[in-house]
């Protein structure tokens, strides 16, 4: 049982610093948006984006192999992994939402990457309205995976 709770643990820690990362990179499109002819402070900005864009990536893929062996671990090590999945149905709505997170913040970095071929932004109102998709998957997939509804 010891390696299911730090594969679990190690899952948790990436998902967290993934979710980190997902949160703000919109926020560095709304700082983006909101510095117009500041061109030092827009380029700053941009590194920032690629260069946690590409944590996340690793944070996701990290939380992703975790995920991985716990799900599926329990047929090669019965006695260390239970088998987590039997029956959950809960788990197809947390993956779908995980897939549509994980979209959502590819689609901010290659909104904010756009920039640099001359496409505008949304505004910075629409930007922050847009924000809050995350905090609403989130809380969806967390309520999911704590009560299990079916």
């Not at 700082?31 to 700053?44: K, L, M, Y």
């Not at 671990?73 to 039997?86: E, M, S, T």
């Not at 640099?116 to 905090?135: C, D, Y």
Request: proline letters at 5%; charged letters at 15%.
């Amino acid at each position: 049982m010891l390696v299911y709770f730090i594969l679990k643990s190690a899952h948790l820690l990436f998902v967290m610093a993934w979710v980190a990362a997902v949160f703000y990179l919109p926020r560095l499109m709304i700082n983006f948006a909101e510095s117009p002819g500041q061109a030092d402070v827009q380029a700053r900005l941009l590194l920032m984006a690629k260069r946690l864009y590409k944590f996340g990536h690793v944070m996701f893929g990290l939380a992703l192999v975790c995920g991985l062996l716990i799900w599926f671990g329990n047929r090669f090590a019965p006695d260390n992994i239970p088998d987590v999945v039997a029956g959950m149905k809960w788990m197809h709505g947390k993956l779908g939402l995980v897939a549509i997170l994980f979209a959502y913040y590819i689609w901010s970095y290659k909104r904010l990457q756009a920039t640099q071929t001359g496409k505008a932004l949304p505004s910075a109102f629409t930007l922050r309205v847009i924000n809050e998709l995350p905090v609403l998957l989130l809380f969806i997939i967390i309520f999911l995976v704590i009560a299990k509804p079916f």
